[in-house]
């Protein structure tokens, strides 16, 4: 059997390299299972998700196709690219779903291409002993020829920034430098070596043609561990977490035969769990990460299969790929999980997605294409205003212009260049030698303008006295973004966020957010969670002991919300708990620090999948299972519509066989059998549906609040229907094409484009019908079927993501604000003027069209469009607006919805209507264009429940929410959207009167249980007790003193910059979490005994453990070798926060701090810091290690620091503290002073002790 045509990492076989039963089998698959229906899609919580299932997109034949096949595939992970190479050495890209042809070149001149693999820097290219390196434009960096170490390769992987694994049918692996291009390593793996490559957590992973895995330490490179997966070959496999699914060939009879079980490993104890068995001939397998423990299976013939891996068995549900008989040789699932490209033998690409809007990464980088080449614009004959200047020169081949200057006339002269700007030079990057910056805007490209002196004049040398013009410098001066829209920004001090004023941005008493947290663009709509009152009431009420819950990380962060006013709260600890889900990383959610700096975020799809996640997750935590009500009316249409058509098939059957006219007789009793066979496999299958146990419902206050229960109705062209039911919470807006007939496409329409209502658009999102593709029982294969969506309620809160990343989408927004405009101007009628402006084609002439009757579009000037922008200031408040602040919403009994535009002052009427809800808009999310990736904004509609208990007034207001900016609005600007810079990303409209259909009563759910009891206890065996616990009669009350300290890590490193005056500026703080927390007795018998002393684990990456501040030591915090009492965050800050409550005072140094790093908010009359309390205005703060020295004559913190230490001696200085003032307030200022002049003479160091750092003055006393 030959090899050698196994891609890396694909496990491609061409058809030549299998055997023949191998593919006979292939063939026949799926031929006798008679059985499959439609593919459910992802959407039991996250909406509509897009509407459809896979299907057929485009297929493609690449360069070389015909004569090639291919032979490998590859998405690129950076950019919207796919990569193709075939078996003639070629390589073709594509860019984009349209698969529109990107670059094409050969990589070598015979051998095959083995396997691709994206980089930053470019694209790695293997074939059997070379190894090219490439940038995306087809230029190549380094081109590697193997002579002796690189026979036979097959497969490559990275294992750092710039090395690569490769490894084939030999018995080496190479280790390979790209940076220097060389070899750096070659490693023993024996035979018959290896053909695949992937990468677990812990191990390289490595399949061989003997159908083994093997798991290879990747420091070392030995097998640590070999899983004999199937005992002919291995055709691929795939790693996710901890599971490890292969497929591959047995052997049997002397022949290989494909294995329809998919072996899975557990890599947590490297043992085999029950194998899947799946419906296909199995060759490539991929894990989809999109969804958890999915899997994408596609055979040779072209079926391919979407499986949980935990399904047992798995549904039968199929796909087809058109190979028109070629063997299916490539495949490879995009990053964002929405594309999948298969590639055949024959050199054509098939390529699948989820729908006409799709991408292959969720933020890709921008693909670089060449330049457009300007068009020359026509001139009319009888055009006398354009001058001829602007008509380009034809230069003769051959002899000179009559205007040409004799030659002894002329002379040579250099002439000097004009110098670079050194803004420009600054900025500039450098790349392959070669400096890029980008175009300011201020000139004509590849035209450099200088001036001549004039004759008798010397040239000027100094720099003219105007400055120059900040236009063109990134700035658009035509676009004005509001000072309240735009992103706001925390500037650090050497006190850091002390001096800063958060009041002048938030003149109420509600409280904003912070920024300066990772993925903290949320925040907006965290605020708009909050100030639904049934939602929040809910989750103040919520309390698990699960670690990282973000229903009660939300309640926790809403009781600081309440709490405050009118400062801010962080949102760390709910931050915190979201990154560690990893279903929030595998749908692109958490940002990485690059990626948040680098601005290139598409903030609205991210906020809009964000909102999606947060609801399934918070259903999924408070959700409560119920028995639901027998439903007998889908199965009932199922049996009707197969009876009434059960027949026709039969009937078909028997015409074309009478034409024929062979053995009529004998083809009428096997027609009869087949009738009656269908008629068994029906009411079997209606059997099977009925004998599946009924699903619990799944009810929690998310539903309740946002949930659409829907009923989707699949339809046969045969009659066969089949129904299934799905809820949703936020609905995908899908617009209407506006243009007639699709004429905006040919740009050949003169006509205006219609006008649309938002209600119209929302009756098409929720009622639509679409046609799709999908298996037909009765018809026996793939037959078009209509889907229609059936309501079946209305939700209380119902909410739209406007889908507004698509420029398609966009456009129709644009267009249907200019109609609503113009038809207010002109009541009904649209003018000349308005068709000139909405034609879909452009005017030839431009700006320089005379003629007064033209329909084409003309795009206005600058000074038109600062005429325009100061007449929209103008009329904003009274211009109509496309949203309507309210809506009207009847349920029909067919199941569609009847809506109407209403006020939201429209009162109600006296009697309820049936199954009709009044809608008021409740808030709008923004996405404003601002710096970088800009920033996201609410606009929310607070009721008079916020304004009771925070103003202390009754009334409703519209608010803007920008972070920490919070602002008072008018109602018309939450609707008013300039598409130019303010984007709208969802839409929320609640039922009027909302509140007085829900329990909103709040009981604090800690109890004092949890100060005795440590239910997040991590080593409870290994653990020594640093403390003495309360006893029943030692439980706080309020007015109780408690000693408290904290200890930190650094998650982050501070980022400062030195300027010129060499003062040091902080851009960003360091991060800290907090890694120890202290509490001691402040009064009784046992006064300064510890009751609390938590070691806090971390699930992120600790970057410095400040041991010599912390006195943390690396396994301090290591839940496998921590010999400390070590617990969650969440359950120490549930016993801060029942003391809290309960009012208990806190006595330590620096609070301030150790309270923000919790991220806990306790009110300032319970807080008693020494360090204020030994403090002399506008004086410097002195270090608690001072303070001990100086007035207790103690020495601590010297040689590292101890959290009971410093809570027992900030409560030693408290009751010095205590005597003093008792003796009389001059005498507790006289010994400040003292303090501060004997601090001044010894510049505040103790004596006869060792200098410390800095760093140690600046952080000992927190």
Known sequence: MDYSRMGGG????????????????????????GFAQQQQHMGHMYGDGGGTDFSQHASVLMDGGGHFGVSTLTFDTRQELVWVGNTGGHVTSYYGIDMQKYTSFQVHATNDIRQILPLDSGILFLTKNSLRLSIRRGLSILNYQGQESMQDMQCMMMTGPSAVLMGGHQAKAVEFDLTKGQEMNQFDIGEPGCAIFRQSARFICAGDTSGKVKLYDPNTMKAEHVLDAHSGTLSDFDVHEHLLVTCGFSNRMGNLTADRFLMVYDMRVMRAVAPMQVHVDPM??????????KLAIVSQTGHFQLVEAIAMPPPMVFYQVNTNGTAITGFDMSPSCQSMMFGDNHGMLHEFTLGDNCCFNMYPEPTEFPDPVQPLPPIHIDDEMTPYSVIPMIYPTNGHLMSDWPVGMCKREYRKPKPIDPQLLQSMKVYQNVGYVPNPGKGLRNQIAYRLPKEGQPSQTRKPSVPESPLGRGEDPFQSIPKKYQKVEMKYSKLGLEDFDFRHYNKTNFAGLETNIPNAYCNAALQSLYFLEPLRCHLLNHLCQREFCLSCELGFLFHMLDSQKGQTCQATNFLRAFRTIPEASALGLCLGEAEELAGKVNLSRLIQSWQRFVHQQVHSETCVKIEPEVKDKPMEAVTEASGEKKNEPATNKTKKKKKKGKKKESDAKDEQEQTESTEEDNSKSVEDDQAQPVRKEEKSMVTKLFAIRTNVVLRCRCGLESNRDNDMTLVNLTYPDCYPQGEEKNHSSLQPPAAFKFSQVIEHSLCSENTIKAWCNQCARYEQHIQKKVLNNLPDVLGFNCQLENETNLKFWKTQQEILKLMTEETVHISAVAQRRLAAKSCRYGSSCKRKDCKFRHDPEHDSVLDELAEQQEDDETSPKWLPLGLKIKLLPNGTVDITEISDEEPLPKQDEENTVYYELYGTLAHIKDKGAGNLVSHLNVGEEFHQRKERVTCTQWYLFNDFSITPIEKYEAVHFN???KVPCAVYYMRRYLTKS???????????DIIYNDWGLLNPKRRKITYQPLSLDELPQKGDIVGLDAEFVSLKQEESELRSDGTRSTIKPSHMAAARITCLRGQGDKAGDPFIDDHISNQEQVVDYLTQYSGIKPGDLDPNVSTKHLTTLKCTYQKLRYMVDIGICFVGHGLKKDF????????????????????????????????????????IQSDTHDSVEDARTALQLYKLYKDLKDEGGDKLQATIKEMYEFGRKCQWKIPNVEEEDMIDEQISFL
Not at 10 to 33: F, I, K, R, T, W
Not at 284 to 293: A, K, Q, T
């Open 979 to 981: 598409l130019e810079w």
């Open 284 to 293: 490539f397998i991929r894990f989809v990460p999109d969804y958890s423990n």
């Open 998 to 1008: 829900y329990d909103l009563t709040v009981k604090n759910p800690i109890n004092p």
């Open 10 to 33: 694909h496990g491609n076989y061409p058809p030549g390299a299998m055997h023949g039963d191998m593919l006979q089998h292939q063939q026949h698959g799926m031929m006798g299972d």
């Open 1156 to 1195: 923000r790093v919790i991220n806990i908010l306790v009110p300032k009359a319970q807080v008693i810091d020494t360090v204020e309390l030994f403090h002399l205005p506008r004086q410097r703060m002195i270090s608690l290690r001072f303070l001990a020295w100086y007035f207790l004559k103690i020495n």
